[in-house]
């Protein structure tokens, strides 16, 4: 088997923070925090944050921290993002990465799934996109990024295509970690569009767990894009979801069958996809 290099220097990179985080105690939201302020301090210096986060001074001074984020300036943002993600999902060790499976979609399988959404008639122009587990931003930011360019070429002002992305590209997630970066992908992705429009938009990125939170509900998203978490459930934990689900529960489920049946199309969603299978998937769920 053949490791692609980016795999490769990505573990090496991984593997290198991971034998700091004892001497530096350096927990993995201070990791991710300053690796994603040196990365946007060399490369898009009006998104960094003008003080330093809490707690990562001496972060901020590592060679390895420093290796990394230089790591990630070289690479295609989508794909940077995407590593600085997994390496979180690393950092925060097996037992939590397995239990909210942190698993995320690599940019060429969103980018297909999402063209996919397109061709059975979901509008980036006109309809309003949900990700219920947004963490990461393996869909949040492709889908932005094409929502710009369908409404540039639709002759809207830059201003007004920011306004239009914050009002129908919408998210919730677990962690807030994860929802931090989502935030911060954002920013990155549209960077050209804020700059030109002098704009710094309030994406609605909320805080809980997409599939019993009712923003899904409230907001009536016309399309909804998502990497559905892989884990089996718990038997305590069926007891919360037979009511709803229990048309697909039998034996031990897998949680992704419930995601795919509380996002089955409705009158409410103009075109539904939930995505997932063939990505990064943990050991135990990977097909052969």
């Not at 830059?158 to 994860?178: F, P, W, Y």
Request: charged content about 20%.
């Amino acid at each position: 088997m053949v490791i692609p290099d980016s795999r490769l220097k990505f573990s090496q990179h991984v593997r290198a923070l991971a034998d700091i985080t004892n001497a530096y105690d350096a927990t993995p939201e201070r990791l991710v925090s300053a690796t994603l302020h040196l990365w946007q301090t060399q490369s898009l210096t009006g998104l960094a944050p003008k003080r330093t986060p809490w707690g990562t001074a001496h972060l901020l001074e590592t060679p390895a921290v420093i290796a990394f984020s230089l790591w990630l300036a070289r690479q295609p943002f989508n794909d940077a993002a995407y590593w600085l993600a997994t390496a979180y999902a690393n950092w925060v060790g097996d037992d939590i990465r397995n239990q909210r499976a942190l698993f995320f979609t690599p940019p060429r399988l969103a980018d297909r799934v999402i063209t996919n959404l397109v061709v059975h008639k979901g509008s980036l122009a006109e309809h309003h996109w949900h990700d219920p587990a947004c963490g990461g931003a393996a869909f949040m930011v492709p889908i932005a990024q094409r929502m710009a360019t369908a409404l540039e070429c639709a002759g809207m002002s830059a201003v007004d295509q920011l306004k239009h992305i914050e009002r129908n590209r919408t998210g919730n997630d677990l962690d807030s970690v994860l929802l931090n970066l989502s935030r911060s992908f954002l920013d990155v992705a549209l960077y050209g569009l804020i700059e030109h429009a002098a704009y710094r938009p309030c994406f609605r990125l909320f805080e809980g767990d997409g599939f019993t939170s009712r923003k899904i509900e409230l907001l009536r998203p016309d399309v909804i894009a998502c990497n559905p978490p892989y884990r089996k459930l718990k038997a305590d934990e069926l007891l919360d979801f037979r009511r709803k689900h229990g048309n697909v529960i039998e034996g031990q489920p897998n949680i992704y069958g419930l995601f795919i049946n509380d996002g089955s199309p409705s009158g409410n969603f103009g075109a539904t996809q939930l995505a997932g299978l063939g990505r990064d998937l943990p050991p135990d769920a990977r097909g052969s």
